[in-house]
């Protein structure tokens, strides 16, 4: 006599074909929960530790751009690998070991990267304030005033202002060509208006040393930053300050429709002047010092 198979409990076949079930859409949970807490992770901010603007560590900075580092340029083989050197000066001050940023490396037109450091806003939506400084200097020049000041003022308002919580973003970005001429200088600021877009303010940092007063200039009148200079400096005619010429980088910016402002404290280096002699420390912190509430002023405005 043949017997019949026994048949299974309804439960049993239920699990059979529900556990199987579970099993791949908890994995599926769970590979996506992975994903999206590491896509969390990777957005949140480092932790920033925010220092106030010393005198002693400009002097540092500023001597071992000057100094160590010398000519920074891509016209000579040492002054290549000297602006090498600058950008990761730049990357490991502001880097998270140190002063807590993501430094993003934005491919630039030759070889040397657009360095870039974001103060989120408290409303990032808001059109940002960009701070603008070059690392390079000109061929033969160790490069005080142009731009070894501009770039440790900038460096230093970037480190005081880590934790600030202000209205609008602040972008710190750094350029690798705008002194020397033979550079791809146009094509470096043509990159760094695609980077800015709609732009609140661009400040261009330069020139720091020659005094504690800020000097702007600007072929925008409207700038936002013109109307909130009080009690940090006066606002030059670009003629005076720029000598006539439309080499510098805020002119070449506005001429590609941003809203440039040269931020200094003399006229721009002319290519005959001599600028290998650092200023005193005391004065760079101080111009430095006014260049923080400056940006800080630019945040808030409305």
Request: charged residues 20%.
């Amino acid at each position: 006599m043949t017997r019949q198979p026994a048949h299974r409990p309804r439960r049993v076949v239920l699990l059979l074909v529900i556990l199987p079930v579970w099993l791949a859409l908890s994995g599926g949970f769970a590979v996506w929960h992975f994903l999206r807490r590491g896509d969390d992770m990777a957005a949140a901010e480092p932790p920033h530790f925010a220092r106030g603007v010393s005198e002693t560590l400009l002097a540092d900075d500023l001597r071992k751009l000057v100094e160590v580092i010398g000519e920074r340029h891509a016209s000579g083989q040492n002054a290549a690998k000297n602006l090498t050197r600058a950008a990761s000066m730049i990357e490991g001050l502001l880097g998270p070991a140190n002063t807590g940023y993501t430094v993003r490396r934005v491919p630039g037109p030759a070889a040397w990267p657009i360095l870039h450091a974001t103060l989120r806003g408290t409303n990032p939506a808001a059109p940002a304030v960009w701070v603008l400084a070059s690392y390079d200097s000109r061929p033969g020049s160790p490069g005080v005033e142009a731009n070894a000041t501009g770039l440790a003022a900038t460096l230093a308002a970037a480190q005081a202002m880590a934790d600030d919580p202000l209205a609008a973003s602040v972008h710190f970005v750094f350029l690798p060509h705008a002194n020397d001429p033979d550079s791809p200088v146009v094509e470096t600021a043509a990159k760094f208006k695609e980077l800015a877009g709609t732009a609140k303010a661009v400040l261009c940092v330069e020139a720091m040393g020659a005094g504690e007063e800020l000097w702007l200039s600007s072929r925008d009148s409207a700038a936002t930053p013109l109307a909130e200079i009080a009690g940090l400096g006066s606002v030059r005619g670009a003629e005076v300050v720029c000598h006539g010429e439309d080499a510098d980088c805020a002119s070449v910016l506005f001429e590609m429709g941003l809203p440039a402002v040269r931020v200094a404290t003399r006229p721009i280096v002319l290519a005959e002047e001599s600028d290998g002699q650092i200023p005193p420390s005391a004065t760079l912190a101080a111009s430095a010092g006014r260049l923080v509430e400056l940006i800080r002023r630019c945040a808030e405005a409305p």
